[in-house]
């Protein structure tokens, strides 16, 4: 779908890149630069897990997994002769996207103000820590702590306990995320009007954001919303995790209709009358009386029994690892997942995009160091021995 966009990207770690791999998978020309100094993106050393086989500089799964087809070339933006060489690269271009620390891409000339002279339809799309503005520019960035400032730790975890992050990075992945969204607005409009801009998302900013209604109550009713037990809902009821005879369920009747559902299978009808339990309000009320009386029906089965009882019927899941999460039959045998063969045999296995249509073609492995330099540059008017010149230099 995306065939006719290219991006060069300044990018390294996860939150960017996740952002474009995202365009990558839909079709985009997602030209990474890298350093060749400094190892390239610093997710191709991330471990804990390594592929067998293919280049070196690509064998670490972290990387695979954020980096698939994308190419790869190595210049050093922070000499002269780097900064002629992007500019030359950039002919042809739709965007230039960075994932730098908010006072960086201004010195790397990385900005419309220094870019739109010579090209005046360039989006330049930023993903910073704290804003490029401001007293927290040049500060790093990181998902936890957004998650801390945010207020994510408070809000997670049983009451009583230490404070907790999330268990995955969400900030970074749905900042990246956010980054392609804004950045292909910008395109649009860019081939509309023939005008390209600065388009920016910070991490500080999506997390605050992402606060959503728990934010807006506070704003407007000064409601302080902190962590509950179980993980239930701040005003639904039954929301939240209940005890089967071997171990956890979740349940989230959060519509009236699903309380009766819920009560037939059971077989606890008596409960829909109740006076106790007639609408959210009374449940709310009553919240750890029900929970004892749901937690001592659903003790009759097992969490497996009940999810075949339940499903299509009641909004319910099991609590599963992420070992079960990707092992289950719902996911391995519904295309959920995918793989790209390896030159020495061993396949990388990755989750499937989550945006589908009918002609999407798989993007192929992420790419070595470099793997797409003289490619690149040959393509930007370099001649082979200039190629040659600017890496006997340093530059490339």
Same mark, same amino acid.
Request: charged content about 20%; overall charge negative.
């Given at each position: ?24 998978? /839909? ?26 086989? #293919?280049?070196?500089? &690509? ?32 002919? #042809? ?15 790397? #000339? ?55 992050? &999330? ?20 395109? /649009? ?37 902190? @962590? ?37 299978? /059971? ?33 009759? @089965? ?29 996911? @391995? ?46 393509? &930007?008017?370099?001649? &082979? ?12």
């Amino acid at each position: 779908m995306l065939n006719s966009l290219r991006i060069l990207a300044i990018e390294q770690y996860g939150a960017g890149p996740f952002g474009t791999q995202f365009l990558a998978d /839909m079709g985009a020309e997602v030209i990474k630069v890298e350093t060749r100094s400094q190892g390239g993106d610093v997710g191709r050393t991330v471990g804990p897990a390594w592929l067998v086989d #293919g280049d070196p500089s &690509a064998r670490s799964v972290f990387f695979q997994g954020l980096n698939r087809g994308k190419k790869s070339i190595t210049l050093d933006l922070s000499r002269p002769e780097g900064q002629e060489v992007l500019l030359k690269i950039l002919t #042809g271009c739709d965007a230039v996207m960075s994932n730098l620390r908010g006072d960086v891409p201004a010195k790397l #000339g990385l900005t419309y103000d220094a870019l739109k002279d010579k090209f005046p339809k360039i989006v330049c799309a930023h993903l910073t820590g704290y804003g490029r503005e401001g007293e927290r520019a040049h500060w790093p960035g990181y998902d936890f702590l957004m998650q801390a400032e945010a207020g994510y730790f408070d809000l997670t975890g049983e009451p009583g306990s230490a404070p907790a992050r &999330a268990g995955l990075s969400l900030v970074d992945l749905m900042t990246g995320s956010v980054l392609s969204m804004a950045l292909l607005a910008a395109v /649009m409009s860019a081939r509309e009007n023939g005008r390209g801009r600065d388009v920016d998302v910070s991490l500080f900013d999506l997390a605050l954001y992402n606060l959503n209604y728990v934010g807006h109550w506070y704003l407007n009713n000064q409601i302080e919303t902190t @962590r509950l037990a179980r993980s239930a809902h701040a005003s639904l009821t039954p929301c939240q995790l209940y005890r089967t005879g071997d171990g956890w369920i979740y349940l989230m009747c959060n519509k009236e209709k699903f309380w009766r559902v819920l009560c037939e299978k /059971m077989g606890c009808i008596t409960w829909i009358d109740d006076a106790r339990f007639l609408t959210f309000t009374e449940r709310l009320a009553h919240r750890d009386l029900l929970t004892t009386l749901i937690d001592e029906a659903l003790s009759a @089965r097992s969490t497996a029994e009940w999810m075949a009882l339940f499903q299509g019927h009641v909004p319910a899941a099991p609590i599963l690892d992420v070992k079960q999460a990707l092992d289950n039959p719902w996911v @391995r045998d519904n295309g959920r997942l995918e793989l790209q063969p390896l030159p020495g045999g061993q396949p990388f296995h990755y989750i499937t995009p989550p945006i589908r249509y009918a002609d999407r073609v798989p993007p192929g492995l992420a790419p070595a160091l470099g793997q797409h330099t003289d490619e690149v540059l040959t393509r &930007a008017g370099f001649s &082979a021995p200039e190629i040659a010149q600017l890496r006997a230099q340093g530059v490339i």
